[in-house]
Each structure stands twice: as C-alpha cells, then as structure tokens.
C-alpha cells in the first residue's frame, strides 16, 4: 500500500460542515476505535504489575534486537526527505475528545529506524495503537512504503494546554533509545534525559537501552496528569518503568524504575542527563563566534547529605573528562542553565535563555556511591557533550531485581538553589604573560551579607587546589548589581590538571554555595 488518499469513498459526516473536517474526524475515529475499542487477540488487561512480570520474564530471554530491514526504503532517507514527514495536527490522538492532553506520533526513518510498540490503556485494558499513513503528511517524493513493513512508530509527544488554555502544546517528548526531555510554561527544550546509562566511560563502549515499547494511559476529563509505562531492553538487562507527568511551571515527572539485569553490570547510571556546553566567560577566547556564549545547561548542582550545596560549572575540555563526588547517598542533583539574560547569548534563534533546567531528587535512599560527571570535547553546538548520573558503589549483579524512585524537575531553576549567595557568574582568563590563571566568582545578593556593604573583609574566603599553587584571593562587593565577587589566581607550577573549591564564610557561619572547577592545561 503506498500513502493512501484522503477524501477518496468516505462518506459524509453529519457533524462537520466541511469535507475536510470529516474526513479528519473518520480518520482520527479509525485509528482510536482500533486501538480503544472492541476485542481481539491484541488487548489485554494491563498494569504496573504486569509490566513487572513481563520485564522480569524478558530478562530471562535472550536480547533480540528490533531494527527495520536493511531494505526498507525508510533506512534510505536522508535528512531532508525525513523532516518533511510530519504528524498531522488534526489527526492528534484524543483531539475530538475534550482530554486535557493529545498525542502525535514520530515516523520511522533517516536515523529513527527502531521502532516502538505505543499502547493505549483505558480501564485497564491495553490495546496496541496501529501504525497508519493515515496519521501523517508526506511532503516529500518518497519511495512506496506498506504500513506493515514500518513496524510501529519511531516515538511520541504529548500536547497539553501548558502555556495558554486555548492552544495544545507540546512539552514531553520519547524518541529515541530511553532518550526524554520535556518543559515547563514558557520554555525551550535543551537538555534531555535517558531511562538509564550503560558503561558510559567503561573499557568496551557504552551501551545504550531503549525503551521498546510504550502504555499510555488515557487521562479523565479533569485530570492534569498523564501515566506512561515503558518496557526498557538491552543486552544487558531489562527494566519496566512507569512515569506520572505533571506539567506546569516546572514540569514534574515521577519516576518508578524496576531493572532486571541479565549479566553483571559493574558500571551503570541512574537517572542520567545529557546535555551541550559549547562556551561562555571561562573559555571564550577558543571560539571565533558573534556570540558570548553557546550551551544548554552552564553548571552542575548538587545537594550532598550533610547539606552542602555544590556549584560545579560545566567545561568543553580539551580531552574526555571524567569527575567524580562521592556520597553516602544522593539527596539531588541537576543540570541547570542559569543565566537567563538574552544578552548573555545574544542568540534569537536558539533562545538558549530559555532552555529548560532539570533537578533529579531520588524519593527513596540509593546508599552510597558517587555523582559522575562526564565532560566530552567538542566543537560544534549540535553535539551533546555532557553527561551526569548516579553511579552506586555497588553494581548490579545478573538475575537480580533493582527499584529506584526519583523525582525529576524540568524548570528554570532547582528547587534548592540559594536565595543568598547563588554563584550566577564563573569566569576566567590569563595573568599578564604569566602562567597564572585568574578565576573570578559571583555571588548573589552579597549585598545582604551583614556589615559586608561598609567592610567586604566580613566574608572569610577558603580556597583551595588540588595542584599547583593559590597566589592570591580577595574578594569584593559590586554595588551595582549586589553580587559579592572572589578573584583567586592559580600558579599551576607546571601541573596538567587542578581541582579548585572556593567556600564562604559570613559571621562564622557557611554563606552561599561552594564552588569547585576542574582546570586543565
């Protein structure tokens, strides 16, 4: 079958004034009575449980890989060919409903070529949702496609009213592998999350799960949540998710992960984020570009169980890095883009002043282990280059169950950064011709700090390296903006690599977040 012809023997609908109207109301009925209604061998009674089940009996079962045959006209695609495949917004599904959230579907094709199983799931019934032409707009000359040779879709998007009562927008996104991101009211997609890492910097390369098939509950009239369930499949292991969606403000995403390894896995991540730092003020002179600056998320926050919030600002390194903090267990962790002045990028396109934040708050105790952050050379703005998660100190070991709960917050900021004492600004640069670096660090509302405005001395500054030598430290209030500044300079002594730290001391009492930064030469 190639791409069938709307308005071709449909009969009129009563309902809809135009023939167009109707012939989008037919279609959009099809697809939903198929996958909704009726019975057959297809539906099945579903839940959370039973999602376990199946996870735990996959893992038992050798890994089959799901791909579309190396003759499939879809792999031949190229990029341009592909984006001109596009959902139809009239054929959403739940449109003519009066749900509060719609669904669009992604088409196989170009370097989509794994395709996933969506189920919709009403009243605990399970009905698989088909794969149709019908659903899509091909803008382009294409070889013939059969539905039955695409095998299901390449992913999924969910629309909801986020940011004004009368528009469907979308703000959730699964494409790709255990690839999600999302965002909160007003804001743009940046970084992304994944289901989970596999031997993200281990000897043998990574290895990426996905998830392989989809439950997507159908909401009530009144709800504003929506469930989706995930089946996640590797070689090495298998896992059933389920994730209760709010969006808002900040979009929040709960997430329930069961994994069910079928081999030891010494090396994995927990909730782990990818994200692109290009440069800003400490790296600036690298990058023959208009703009200041160029990333999705600046810096790395942490909150460790003694209470300590950690700034870490992200690099573009001139070499694969990796960073580890340990902990006794993680309390959250995030990567945040906190400058939000267009001036900073100057970029009216990207709007990288908009690009989303997300802050991860496990919601039980994970034991100890350690924060990774991994940080990938790269010199183009395309390609993600930052990694972080939660690595346990203990692996996961072959024919055994594993459950972690975590919260994820996609919004402009983390719920527990500073309201005194942010770090907003990092930057960097040479001492003269010496081979002294200089690092400069900004603190919000210094202003605030008692007795600093008429002695800036108020403030005790400990700073500290890991190499080479610290020649100097002071700091300062800006009174024009409010900020206290630090200025440390840094002697590598003929060093390669330094850790750096930075703490603030008001009144004998810890003030604002501690920063560290990994140099390199």
Not at 351 to 358: E, M, N
């Amino acid at each position: 079958m190639i791409f069938p012809l709307r308005g071709v023997n449909y009969p009129t609908c009563a309902a809809f004034l135009k023939l167009g109207a109707c012939l989008t109301c037919l279609a959009t009925q099809a697809v939903l009575a198929q996958s909704e209604s009726g019975s057959g061998d297809d539906q099945t009674s579903f839940s959370q449980a039973w999602l376990d089940s199946k996870a735990r009996e996959l893992a038992r079962q050798q890994f089959q890989p799901a791909v579309l045959d190396a003759d499939n006209p879809l792999q031949a695609l190229d990029y341009d060919q592909y984006r001109r495949i596009v959902f139809d917004p009239d054929q959403a599904i739940w449109r003519d409903t009066g749900l509060p959230f719609q669904l669009q579907m992604f088409h196989p094709g170009f370097l989509s070529t794994t395709p996933v199983t969506v189920h919709l799931v009403a009243e605990g019934t399970a009905k698989p949702l088909p794969f149709s032409t019908e659903l899509f707009d091909y803008h382009a000359s294409l070889p013939a496609i059969d539905p039955a040779d695409v095998g299901g879709f390449a992913g999924f998007r969910i629309h909801y009213p986020i940011n004004t009562p009368e528009r469907f927008e979308e703000f959730l996104v699964f494409l790709g592998a255990s690839y999600f991101r999302a965002v909160g009211r007003e804001q743009f997609y940046g970084l992304s999350a994944r289901g989970l890492a596999v031997n993200t910097v281990g000897p043998g390369g990574e290895e990426f799960p996905r998830f392989s098939e989809f439950w997507i509950e159908r909401p009530d009239l009144q709800d504003t949540q929506i469930v989706v369930h995930a089946l996640l499949d590797s070689p090495s292991l298998t896992g059933s998710y389920r994730f209760l969606v709010t969006p808002g403000e900040s979009t929040r995403i709960d997430v329930d992960a069961t994994l069910f390894p079928r081999q030891d896995l010494p090396r994995m991540g927990i909730a782990p984020l990818t994200s692109m730092f290009l440069f800003d003020a400490t790296n600036r002179s690298r990058f023959d570009d208009y703009r200041s600056a160029v990333h999705d998320s600046d810096g790395l926050q942490f909150l460790r169980a003694n209470g300590e919030i950690v700034w870490r600002p992200l690099t573009n390194p001139g070499r694969l890095q990796v960073s580890a903090f340990a902990d006794t267990r993680p309390v959250g962790f995030g990567l945040l883009q906190r400058h939000r002045e267009f001036a900073h990028f100057n970029d009216g396109e990207a709007r990288y002043d908009k690009r989303t934040s997300l802050w991860i708050e496990p919601l039980d105790d994970w034991g100890m282990g350690h924060l990774e952050l991994v940080e990938i050379p790269t010199g183009e703005e395309t390609s993600d280059n930052i990694v972080a998660y939660w690595q346990p100190a203990r692996g996961l070991e072959a024919g055994g169950e594993y459950h972690f709960r975590y919260r994820m917050v996609w919004g402009y900021d983390s719920p527990v950064s500073p309201a005194q004492g942010r770090i907003v600004e990092t930057a960097a640069g040479a001492v003269d011709k010496s081979p002294e670096r200089v690092f400069v660090i900004d603190y919000s509302n210094g202003d605030r700090i008692p007795g600093v405005t008429s002695d800036p001395a108020t403030v005790t500054i400990n700073a500290s390296t890991s190499a080479g030598v610290i020649t100097d430290i002071s700091g300062t209030l800006l009174e024009p903006t409010g900020r206290y500044r630090v200025y440390i300079k840094l002697d590598p002594d003929g060093a390669e690599l330094a850790e750096l730290r930075v703490t603030l001391e008001a009144g004998g009492q810890p003030w604002g977040e501690t920063w560290l930064y990994r140099w390199t030469q």
